[in-house]
């Protein structure tokens, strides 16, 4: 089986502008979700989805945002991008909400 | 208010000793997990437990959750366990994560 992949794998972008990742999850896996990776703040949960709703949100403002299509595969969005938004952003795939999460190899966002 | 706190932050061991890394959290849990990340940052799930004690290979997890309490243990280290320990816990809608402990072995 094919692992969670994430595209693009490494991305610079200046104040200001948006930008969208992707994650594909496993095959079959239905609940996908993101996380934020920083040097000071360390891994924080950004929100779930499964089965296309969004299940649970963590603490982030509301210029993230994200989706999930039918066929599971997740993408997330930040608009109007600060400098503190440079993170390793990592998104994860799981077959129910409560089952053991698989990785994927993250994008790494730099804002300018 | 930190939610889960990881002990030793950092960690140098010679190759084959007898690794501890600890993991306390402060909230009501269903599971807790313990993930492996190494220098270029992709994260791998190496347990996820509700109670008792977990085996795979080398590593050991085990949780008392009276105590809020969770060990990840290594026996044999190598040096490929080189790495950043997370501990994971999920209260209900949310996930909380530890600081990590970074371990290097030594050959």
């Known amino acids: 089986k094919a692992g969670v992949t994430q595209t693009p794998r490494y991305l610079i972008k200046t104040r200001g502008q948006q930008v969208t990742l992707s994650c594909s999850p496993i095959?079959?896996?239905?609940?996908v979700s993101w996380y934020q990776q920083t040097p000071g703040q360390g891994l924080q949960f950004l929100f779930e989805?499964?089965?296309?709703?969004?299940?649970n949100k963590g603490n982030f403002p509301g210029r993230f945002s994200g989706r999930q299509f039918s066929n599971s595969r997740s993408e997330m969005n930040v608009s109007t991008l600060e400098l503190g938004d440079s993170a390793l952003y990592l998104c994860?795939?799981?077959?129910?909400?409560?089952?053991?999460?698989?990785f994927g190899p993250g994008t790494r966002l730099t804002v300018l | 208010k930190n939610e889960v706190e990881q002990s030793p932050q950092n960690l140098t061991a010679q190759e084959g000793e007898f690794i501890t890394i600890n993991c306390s959290y402060s909230?009501?849990?269903?599971?807790l997990h313990w993930l492996q990340q190494h220098p270029g940052g992709g994260i791998v799930s190496l347990f996820m437990?509700?109670?008792g004690k977990k085996k795979h290979g080398r590593l050991i997890a085990t949780i008392n959750i009276q105590e809020k309490h969770s060990s990840l243990h290594i026996t044999a280290s190598h040096p490929r366990d080189s790495a950043v320990y997370i501990c994971?816990?999920?209260?209900?809608?949310?996930?909380?994560f530890g600081t990590g402990t970074s371990l290097t072995v030594i050959p």
């Open positions: 909230v009501g849990i269903s599971a």
């Open positions: 989805y499964f089965s296309e709703t969004q299940r």
């Open positions: 437990l509700s109670s």
């Open positions: 095959s079959g896996h239905r609940s």
């Open positions: 994860a795939s799981s077959s129910g909400a409560y089952n053991e999460q698989f």
């Open positions: 994971a816990v999920r209260p209900g809608n949310q996930f909380y």
